[in-house]
């Protein structure tokens, strides 16, 4: 609340699979909130419990134009920017607009929470940490990123975006906090959105060969998403001094073959494995050291992994059962672990 009155609160890529989860969220909490994205990977359907309530309204705009005047004119005084695609196939599929959403669309954002005194939260990503020689990954390590590579306009575009979050918290023109996002999944990920989860799921529930990327001994660290917006919240209303970047995932590490065989068992899913090289710069290891989200924010995961398969797995059988014979998105054939 602010003077007794109900947040304001700009959700940037709020119809995409995490912000639509934080939208439902922040309604349920009493929030008026606007959810503003382009749909290049959101999708309204996730939007779909929240459109006609009171207190929410939905704007299609790009944060990397000039914000629209229904925007520019609103009293926020919490700005969350998710604003970005976030798996490997759909940022490198147009690297330009990728880097101008990480870096042009924060500055217009933290620009209006200067002029707005809003509190601004950034997205940002464990790809800061690129292909870390440090594990698990503190907030404190400071990466091991290829700048030319394929993934760069989204790790260095996250990489300067936190740098300019926090110019603007030093000059004193806005109060902002950053999340470093680890591997996050649960109902509405895209089914073919290239992220590692989604396409074991498709590819178990389809009966088609699961696709592996190296020998699978790779990690990765699960989060469920209510978790994870969970720790968003938390750190958005964290009131301390500036606690720097801030780790959110689940610190529980599983290789990508463990992670195979937890989906086979739960789709009872006869499918083979094939192998295909791995991708250029992909982690071999990440797991996020969450200590200091522990104790900031008394943030830590509380949904297991089989728990949440389950529950996406679930999501997905029903969108499989409602969707439209044959309809399959077009970046599917490209789709890869991220």
């Known amino acids: 609340m602010r003077n007794g009155r109900q947040h304001e609160v700009l959700v940037a890529g709020g119809a995409g699979f995490l912000g639509s989860h934080l939208c439902e969220r922040l309604v349920e909490e009493g929030a008026r909130v606007v959810a503003l994205d382009n749909l290049q990977t959101g999708d309204r359907a996730n939007l779909r419990k929240l459109i006609g309530r009171p207190g929410f309204e939905f704007v299609e705009a790009d944060i990397v134009n000039p914000l629209p005047a229904k925007v520019l004119k609103r009293p926020f005084d919490r700005i969350y ?30 620009r209006l929470a200067a002029d707005t005194g809003a509190r601004f939260l950034l997205s940002s990503t464990s790809e800061v940490y690129g292909d870390p020689d440090f594990h698990p990954q503190p907030e404190t390590y400071r990466g091991n990123v290829n700048c030319t590579g394929p993934r760069a306009c989204y790790d260095e575009g996250k990489r300067a975006a936190e740098a300019l979050c926090f110019d603007y918290d030093r000059l004193g023109r806005a109060e902002v906090r950053v999340a470093r996002i680890f591997n996050t999944y649960g109902p509405r990920l895209s089914p073919s959105d290239g992220r590692v989860i989604s396409n074991l799921i498709s590819q178990a529930l389809a009966g088609e060969d699961i696709t592996v990327f190296g020998d699978g001994s790779q990690t990765r660290s699960f989060c469920y998403v209510a978790d994870l917006v969970d720790g968003l919240v938390r750190l958005m209303e964290y009131d301390g001094e500036q606690p720097g970047p801030i780790n959110l995932g689940n610190p529980a590490e599983r290789t990508i073959l ?8 739960v789709t009872g899913s ?20 969450i200590a200091k989200a522990a104790e900031r924010l008394g943030w830590t995961p509380q949904t297991s992994l089989i ?21 399959r998105l077009e970046n599917e054939a490209d789709a890869r672990v991220a």
């Open 270 to 289: 006869d499918s083979e494995v094939v192998y295909r090289p791995l991708p250029i710069d992909d982690p071999r290891r990440r797991r996020p050291d």
């Open 307 to 327: 728990q949440g398969l389950r529950a996406t797995i679930a999501w997905f059988e029903e969108e499989a059962a409602t969707a439209v014979p044959g309809q």
């Open 81 to 110: 920017n998710l604003a970005c695609a976030a798996s490997p196939p759909l940022y490198q599929a147009d690297p330009e607009h990728t880097m101008l959403t990480c870096v042009l669309g924060a500055h217009r954002l933290l």
């Open 258 to 265: 463990e992670l195979v065989d937890l989906v086979l068992a």
